[in-house]
């Protein structure tokens, strides 16, 4: 289940990256239980696999990188 909405990340906090168009190439090879896995959105840190809604942007925390999964507006999923 997803957070409530979290809004914007704000560039003045500590925040992890947001793969854009499906770019696995900026997903980690890194261990789970390392502190990479933690993905941070504002400087909250969220465990690997835990999903967020940032606006109508549903993101899933993936080894330290947020992944877009879909959107979060039902009416233009």
């Not at 990256?17 to 909250?44: G, H, K, Q, T, W």
Request: proline share 9%; charged share 25%; glycine share 6%.
């Amino acid at each position: 289940m997803a957070n409530s909405n979290l809004g914007d990340q704000d560039p003045e906090l500590k925040n992890s990256p947001i793969a854009v168009d499906d770019d696995e190439d900026m997903l980690p090879l890194r261990d789970e239980e390392s502190e990479d896995a933690f993905c941070y959105f504002n400087n909250e840190p969220f465990a690997h696999g835990t999903i967020v809604q940032s606006g109508t942007l549903m993101l899933r925390c993936e080894l330290g990188v947020w992944v877009p999964i879909g959107s979060s507006d039902p009416d233009n999923p």
